[in-house]
């Protein structure tokens, strides 16, 4: 079908009034002015408001709609200018010049061929004009892919694309990857961009005094390491991109969606489904779905410690006598440690100190005969220090390794030292990282996983094998170092029970990556970069296809001074924020313990009796979910849903859902309202419209159906519901009163 030299907007019946035409397709009437293109399962209509999308099985509902005003797309020649700071290093400030911009699309023909149908027309500028397209193609049922380019020889120089969709007024929102500060996005500016989330994100004084101090390594509410072009909105619309460049997704206006890609060409897909679980479903036939655990993660905690054999070995005994269920210890200090301004850091030449840790084998051994794994850790940088610099030393010489354009390698400063990149676009370097693994994690140490850390730092103006663009690259390096990993794992004998788990990643990482964790927080309470961005985190990375998800126990990042050559600390966790965040991740996928940035001025598990009490208990309390939370893991891998859950998720037709951003659900059948803040005892809970709840405790009917309440939450019982008619109820309760945590 092909219409020629027609105005973008036509006057004229809506979209209402349509016959049906065998097969489902809904087409208009002879002198109806809507014009309707089936492509494949979808449906392409030009309005008088412009374009639009639906899907044959819901023909009146639009999922897809260009900008009211018209002016939906918009190609452009740009300059940028990027800079990288921080340490580590790993931040980014980018900023354009645009030297012309081509608006204002006219459709001069739409071209329908079986599943596709282009869309053709011209943009303007006040230099002149230039052709575009817009491609649909109907890639799958629930897929509808898009490609929109610029046309023709004067379209040459044209390095930035726009998609402006229309957005309701009031409608939510969600996605972006994972977003630390807000779940809802209305209203938000978003850079799609792999980068460090840095320290205070805009908490006054501390940010600034980050900024100040430690090269802008500050960063603010909107930084992520796991970032994704993608949303879903509380109206049931979903978009994503597939493009790996830089973007950007501008959500400040009311009636729009503006997003700009550092492309030639944008590539994304609109997606079809009736709840917000069927568009993850679709989503993640993209982007991938996160594997089963293996079954020993589900047998309690993952000490996370430090300090050499002896030490260990202290705390795990000391584990054990309080009774705390122990499924595995991870030593991420397997290779010695450093000291530096930042705290206790690690030597990267990933291979065993056997002088630090004597008796290696013979721990692993005793922790593998009570059903434990130990796993320890990597990231992909080198170390270049003298007499810990042999890996580096070898890849610099078979050219492995980020170079400047001269040549030489492009050094990455952390903290107070500068370390060597792997460059992943070179097959032989992955080879080569991924072997050291193999033989020095999974053979001489016996390692049964890792943390797989950074992958954000990668620089715009590297030199990579063959010419590779590092713009291209940059947000696809975590994804390849994170498939770098899964090949190590899956290329042994008992891949099937190792995990590693990463904290930066893109798009396609779920299909990768084993677990996710959701980086560095600061040890405070606030909402800027503390124990609710956790919250926040798992909230958003769960909408966005990171279904597996978890935080560092009582945060990581410890702010500290030197005073007479003693360690004071400035901001550190308490034994409370401590003890709340040993309750909020019992309720995740994995319950894993963190010492800190500064282990011996920081309160830890066995600081006391009260904490290891308090471990004990929430490590039985994660063990006795083990059942439901294995139903929900096998449903992240068999359908991408997240084992936290937004309320959303459950009661999209609840508005009062939408703002929520410190309570979820595990699963559909347990509801968490977590402690987050110091010193109280009570939260207010909101229970959704559509439900009934009751008290895990008491097991008395809780709240009210679109009430807020506020409900008791001493500690050592946080405010957690069962949904009245849960088909799991019974198998929880059972499963909680078998460890000895509820009566």
């Not at 973007?247 to 997606?271: C, E, P, Q, Y």
């Not at 905690?301 to 009774?323: H, N, P, Q, Y």
């Not at 901001?571 to 500064?598: K, Q």
């Amino acid at each position: 079908m092909n219409l020629k030299r027609r105005d973008f907007f036509a006057a004229g019946a809506s979209a209402a009034a349509i016959a049906t035409l065998p097969g489902g397709i809904a087409a208009p009437p002879a002198a109806a002015p809507d014009e309707h293109y089936p492509v494949g399962d979808f449906i392409l209509t030009r309005t008088e408001r412009g374009l639009q999308v639906s899907h044959k099985q819901e023909p009146d509902r639009v999922i897809w709609e260009s900008e009211p005003e018209g002016n939906f797309i918009i190609a452009e020649r740009a300059t940028v200018s990027i800079s990288e700071f921080g340490a580590p290093e790993g931040t980014f400030e980018i900023s354009d010049t645009v030297s012309a911009s081509y608006e204002k699309p006219t459709i001069e023909a739409i071209n329908a061929a079986g599943n596709t149908t282009t869309v053709s027309g011209v943009l303007t500028a006040p230099t002149g004009a230039i052709g575009y397209k817009l491609v649909f193609e109907a890639v799958s049922t629930t897929h509808l892919r898009f490609v929109i380019s610029a046309d023709g020889s004067k379209a040459f120089g044209v390095n930035r694309i726009r998609l402006v969709v229309a957005s309701a007024k009031d409608e939510a929102i969600f996605g972006c990857g994972e977003q630390l500060t807000y779940f809802n996005q209305k209203g938000k500016i978003l850079p799609i961009l792999v980068q460090e989330h840095g320290i205070g994100r805009g908490r006054p004084i501390i940010t600034e005094l980050v900024d100040l101090f430690d090269h802008e390594s500050g960063g603010n509410p909107y930084h992520t390491g796991l970032p994704a072009p993608y949303l879903i909105t509380s109206r049931l619309r979903s978009l994503f991109l597939e493009n790996l460049e830089y973007s950007v997704f501008d959500m400040r206006h009311a009636n729009r969606i503006d997003m700009k890609v550092w492309s030639a060409t944008m590539t994304g897909r609109t997606l079809y489904g009736k709840t917000p679980l069927d568009l993850i479903e679709a989503y993640t036939e993209y982007a991938g779905r996160m594997r089963v655990l293996p079954d020993w993660v589900h047998n309690g905690v993952i000490l996370g410690l430090m300090g050499g054999t002896d030490l260990v070995r202290s705390k795990l005994d000391k584990a054990r006598k309080a009774d705390i269920p122990v499924a595995g210890l991870w030593l991420q200090d397997w290779v010695g440690v450093r000291t530096t301004f930042a705290g206790t850091q690690l030597w990267w030449n990933w291979k065993l100190d056997e002088s630090y840790y004597p008796r290696w084998r013979e721990l692993v051994a005793d922790v593998e005969s009570q059903g434990g794994k130990v796993l320890v850790y990597i990231n992909p940088f080198l170390a270049t220090e003298e007499d810990h610099n042999e890996l580096f030393a070898e890849a610099k010489d078979k050219g492995y390794l980020v170079q400047k354009v001269d040549g030489t390698p492009y050094l990455i400063r952390n903290s107070s030292f500068y370390v060597g990149m792997l460059d992943l676009s070179n097959p032989g370097a992955r080879a080569w990282i991924k072997n050291i693994m193999k033989t020095n994690i999974i053979g001489a140490a016996g390692g049964s996983g890792w943390m797989s850390d950074f992958g954000e730092a990668l620089p715009f103006d590297a030199k990579l094998y063959g010419g590779a663009d590092p713009a291209v690259w940059h947000n696809r390096y975590p994804e390849e170092w994170q498939r770098v990993n899964r090949e190590a794992i899956d290329e042994t004998d008992r891949g099937g029970e190792m995990l590693f788990f990463s904290r930066s990643g893109f798009t396609q990482s779920p299909g990768v990556a084993t677990l996710l964790w959701l980086g560095d927080q600061l040890m405070t309470w606030d909402a800027y970069d503390g124990i609710k961005t956790a919250v926040v985190g798992l909230l958003s990375a769960g909408v966005s296809g990171f279904s597996l998800m978890h935080s560092d126990v009582g945060g990581y990042v410890v702010i500290k001074a030197s005073l007479a050559g003693k360690q004071i600390p400035v901001i550190n966790r308490t034994p409370e924020l401590l003890m709340r965040w040993m309750e909020l991740n019992a309720f995740t996928a994995v319950l894993r313990t963190m010492e800190g940035a500064a282990p011996d001025i920081t309160p830890q598990f066995d600081s006391s009796a009260e904490t290891l009490a308090h471990m004990e208990r929430f490590g039985k309390f994660y063990k006795g979910l083990a059942h439901y939370r294995k139903k929900l893991v096998a449903e992240a891998a068999a359908r991408g849903y997240p084992v936290v859950r937004h309320l959303f998720l459950h009661y999209p037709d609840d508005p009062n859902t939408h703002e929520l951003r410190y309570q979820f659900l595990l699963g559909p059948d347990l509801m968490v309202a977590p402690v987050l803040d110091k010193g109280a005892d009570t939260v207010e809970v909101y229970f959704p419209e559509g439900s009934e709840w009751i008290d895990l405790w008491t097991r008395a009917d809780a709240g009210k159906a679109g009430d807020w309440v506020r409900m008791p939450a001493p500690l050592g019982k946080p405010a957690v519901f069962l949904r009245k008619s849960g088909a799991t109820n019974t198998e929880i309760i059972e499963g909680l009163k078998a460890v000895g945590v509820l009566s």
